[in-house]
């Protein structure tokens, strides 16, 4: 194996916690809804904004805010857009120095790496500013294709854009989405890692404490 496949949230940084939920409230309460109602269809619309169904951000939460009874200005979505952003670039630095540490790693011993990751356009559009960037060589990002983990297509775009037989991939994540077993029924060396989130404790098949714990594959 020569190609390492990653996810991003809870697997490279943290997927967000209850203030994520509190972020999302308050967007609501923004856009003139209820907040807790709105949290709830925001929540229950993710396979949607993931795959970029309402378009970008700012027309994404107006169409949920719509739904929850509201018909906010362009200038609530506008300062509701501005807190969803925030979120997102808190989440992209947090990345932990020990995960930069072993991608510039496996940079430096050859390997292509690829990130899948099912997030929504405010995330993308963010994404080359982050951190994490410079060590990747292709995304596939479930937005721009509009498909999402578990979709094969999604991690075959991945493989498309670094020239790869799925066999030859690594592939790391958390577990959310039923990443693991859709990217194993590919051929692909499924890890899951439990550094910030354990996410699918039912996977039977290699676990790592932290994503740093890949170096072990180093040297095969």
């Not at 925001?42 to 795959?51: G, L």
């Not at 949920?64 to 200005?73: D, K």
């Not at 120095?97 to 292509?112: I, N, P, Q």
Request: net charge negative.
């Amino acid at each position: 194996m020569k190609v390492l496949l990653s996810d991003l949230f809870s697997t490279l940084v943290h997927g967000g916690d209850a203030s994520r939920d509190l972020v999302n409230a308050r967007m609501g309460a923004v856009l003139g809804v209820d907040g807790v109602a709105f949290q709830q269809a925001f929540d229950a619309c993710s396979y949607e904004r993931f795959i970029g169904a309402y378009g970008d951000l700012p027309s994404t939460l107006r169409v949920i805010a719509e739904r929850c009874g509201g018909a906010p200005t362009d200038e609530q979505v506008a300062e509701a857009t501005s807190l969803r952003r925030a979120v997102a670039q808190r989440l992209l630095a947090s990345v932990p120095a020990t995960t930069l540490e072993t991608l510039a790693a496996f940079k430096a011993a050859g390997w292509r790496i690829g990130l899948v990751s099912n997030i929504t356009a405010e995330t993308q559009l963010q994404w080359p500013s982050s951190p994490l960037a410079q060590y990747f060589d292709a995304t596939a990002f479930s937005a721009e294709l509009g498909a999402a983990k578990p979709e094969p297509a999604i991690y075959k775009a991945a493989c498309a854009a670094l020239d790869a037989d799925p066999r030859d991939c690594l592939y790391v994540g958390d577990g959310n989405d039923n990443e693991l077993p859709a990217a194993a029924a590919l051929g692909m060396h499924a890890i899951r890692t439990v550094e910030h989130a354990d996410s699918d404790p039912t996977w039977q098949g290699p676990t790592i404490r932290t994503f740093a714990d890949l170096r072990g594959q180093l040297g095969q």
